[in-house]
């Protein structure tokens, strides 16, 4: 390292990147401790950043388990129709005036019909039963199948 003199304070400086003169310098190059003492009041702000980043994300993860526990307590219970997925699946819906659900899907023309229509046959007479799709106000998903048992 080469020595020369501070302009300022005129005490031999070298050069590098720290251009120290000694803790007695008064110019406009830090010395090595203050760097020091610098460098330590950053890291001591980058580790209220870093625990508050922490506390952020805690609590982000606790609304997204908020929200996932929310779809799960839905997901079992009676749901307007205009939320009802129209993707063909099967789910439980509700007519108006009905006394029990019945299950169907969307039918890609537009509207929901019964999984399967029941159909009455008296004599020649067929009567079926009809669903009002004005009259289907709610939806649910339906219940996942039991757990497959050992075959007997």
């Not at 090595?32 to 508050?52: C, F, G």
Request: hydrophobic fraction near 35%; include cysteine.
């Amino acid at each position: 390292m080469s020595a020369t003199t501070c302009k300022v304070c005129g005490l031999p400086k070298f050069d590098g990147p720290a251009g120290y003169c000694g803790p007695q310098c008064k110019c406009e190059f830090k010395t090595l401790p203050q760097m020091y003492d610098n460098r330590v009041a950053e890291i001591a702000e980058l580790k209220k950043e870093i625990e508050s980043l922490r506390q952020q994300l805690a609590l982000m993860q606790q609304d997204r388990d908020d929200w996932r526990a929310r779809a799960e307590w839905w997901a079992g219970k009676w749901q307007p129709i205009e939320s009802a997925p129209k993707d063909g699946s099967f789910i439980l819906l509700w007519e108006r005036f009905s006394s029990s659900p019945f299950v169907g899907y969307w039918l890609k023309n537009g509207g929901w019909y019964p999984q399967t229509e029941f159909v009455l046959v008296i004599g020649d007479a067929y009567l079926t039963d009809n669903i009002s799709q004005s009259l289907i106000t709610h939806w649910m998903p339906l219940p996942n199948p039991p757990a497959n048992e050992e075959k007997q």
